[in-house]
């Protein structure tokens, strides 16, 4: 009985093994069965629900960010900025003039060596003319902060020649008659012929200390050799004031500055606005142009018209080899 009971349970172990097998090795024999839709799809048919429908779809973009506008500075004028204080020179000139003249010496002596043009000359006709522009007052460019000019050359002071507008008032202002400007105290005419651009802002200015003294030293050095030797310098500085007074005030002066020896009587600075230049040259071609028959604004010509308190002389002892490049002493006065 117990054999029996084993062996009907193999049996069934046998049989349940062979279906299994049966079951498993079909899923591998045979092709795959084809699938086929049961019914066709009307998509034609479908509803399609608006986003509107469904606010909770709906996608609304977030509200723009509003940014306020960066506040925008008012446009200032540029301002015009004071010079540097530069060291001063011989006898106190401007150290921006003092470096006026001597670049006006160099680019002059390039381009006109056998003139030799000095730099302590052009300080000689700064110093008459302008007071080395007011005292240096000019801005960094060098231009001046004010105004320098002469009076109108409209023959209403005596000895100014009378020059009628060349250039329509362009330079100074004045549309009737001309009258010398800047620092060096040209007139239109002059300086359209002779007046140059020296630094370099592509504008030829007589108010600037650059240009003009270039400018000067171009015009005394044409057609000059050695313009400092005896037989040239009071012609050639006549060339630019026809007065020979403005020539022994210039020449003492320069004679100073070479040697740091101020000379005797030549009286305090000129008015700045109103320099020597105005009561000198008559020719149309001198940079100031007024009249041959004035003396020079220096106060020498003015004390030698009054009786002024007499001062102590100061002696300036000269070396040998400048000694001859001082003007002439005047002659002695005719006896009573």
């Known amino acids: 009985m117990r054999w029996g009971r084993v062996q009907l ?6 049989v349940g093994v062979g279906m299994l097998a049966a079951v498993t090795s079909s899923a591998y024999i045979g092709p795959a069965p084809a699938l086929t839709a049961s019914a066709e799809v009307d998509l034609a048919g479908a509803l399609i629900v608006p986003p509107s429908a469904r606010p909770d779809l709906a996608f609304t973009p977030p509200p723009p960010r509003e940014v306020a506008p960066e506040p925008v500075a008012p446009t200032a004028e540029p301002q015009r900025v004071p010079a540097a204080q530069l060291p001063a020179g011989p006898l106190g000139i401007p ?3 003092l470096h006026a003249y001597k670049l006006a010496e160099q680019r002059v002596g390039a381009e006109s060596p056998q003139c030799q043009l ?8 700064g110093r008459i003319e302008s007071g080395h522009a007011g005292g240096g007052n000019v801005d960094s460019s060098g231009t001046t902060l004010t105004p320098i000019t002469g009076p109108v050359l409209d023959g209403t002071l005596a000895g100014n020649a009378v020059i009628t507008d060349s250039d329509g008032g362009r330079l100074d202002g004045d549309a009737g008659h001309d009258r010398a400007m800047g620092p060096m105290q040209f007139i239109p005419s002059t300086w359209a012929a002779w007046g140059s651009d020296a630094n370099g802002d592509g504008n030829a200015d007589p108010n600037n200390i650059f240009d003009s003294t270039y400018s000067a030293g171009r015009y005394l050095c044409s057609g000059v050799v050695d313009i400092m030797s005896e037989k040239t310098r009071v012609g050639a500085v006549m060339r630019y004031n026809h007065s020979a007074e403005y020539a022994a005030n210039v020449l003492s002066w320069a004679i100073g500055y070479a040697t740091n020896a101020a000379p005797t009587d030549t009286g305090p600075l000129p008015d700045p ?5 105005s009561s000198s040259s008559s020719s149309s071609t001198s940079p100031s142009g007024s009249s041959s028959s004035s003396s020079s604004s220096s106060s020498s010509s003015s004390s030698s018209s009054s009786s ?19 003007p002439p002493p005047p002659p002695p006065p005719p006896p009573a």
């Open 95 to 97: 150290g921006i003039v």
């Open 308 to 326: 002024p308190k007499p001062e102590p002389c100061v002696i300036v002892c000269l070396p040998p080899e400048l000694q001859s490049l001082l």
């Open 9 to 14: 349970l193999t049996g069934c172990a046998v």
């Open 273 to 277: 606005k109103s320099s020597s230049s």
């Open 118 to 125: 000095p730099w302590y000359l052009l300080a000689g006709i």
